[in-house]
């Protein structure tokens, strides 16, 4: 089992930068792969970013490319999501998630993601 717990969420407007953490604990492993996904009212579950725990090899959607950046801290079992430029549409309920059946094709695909934090809500004024 792997428990995922988000934190760093909360209103900014939009421009701001802002920070998601993740940290992992349980049994974390080096091949584990940990991912971003994000959850607007009404919108189906959407992939942001992942990591490669060994590699650090990071995948960004296209949609936050060149305004959100995927990080860790191998260390503290800790992943960031730093959302540098956020827009109102960047609204949503941010979800961590760990996997081991993903690979550098399937990182974005949400089936693949086997543990699941309680997600943190960004809300992004204009």
């Known amino acids: 089992q792997v428990q995922l717990v988000e934190s760093g969420g909360g209103s900014v407007q939009a421009g701001d930068p802002l920070r998601l953490s993740c940290a992992a604990s349980?049994?974390?492993?080096?091949?584990?792969?940990m991912g971003w996904f994000r959850q607007a009212q009404g919108k189906e579950r959407e992939f942001i970013a992942a990591l490669r725990w060994s590699t650090g090899t990071p995948y960004h959607a296209d949609s936050v490319k060149g305004r959100f950046t995927i990080s860790s801290d191998n260390a503290r079992n800790t992943v960031y999501l730093q959302m540098s430029s956020p827009k109102p549409e960047d609204t949503a309920v941010y979800y961590c998630?760990?996997?081991?059946?993903?690979?550098?094709?399937?990182?974005?695909?949400?089936?693949?993601?086997?543990?699941w934090g309680q997600g943190t809500q960004v809300t992004v004024s204009s």
């Open positions: 998630a760990a996997t081991y059946r993903a690979t550098a094709h399937t990182m974005g695909v949400r089936e693949r993601y086997d543990y």
């Open positions: 349980g049994r974390t492993q080096s091949s584990y792969a």
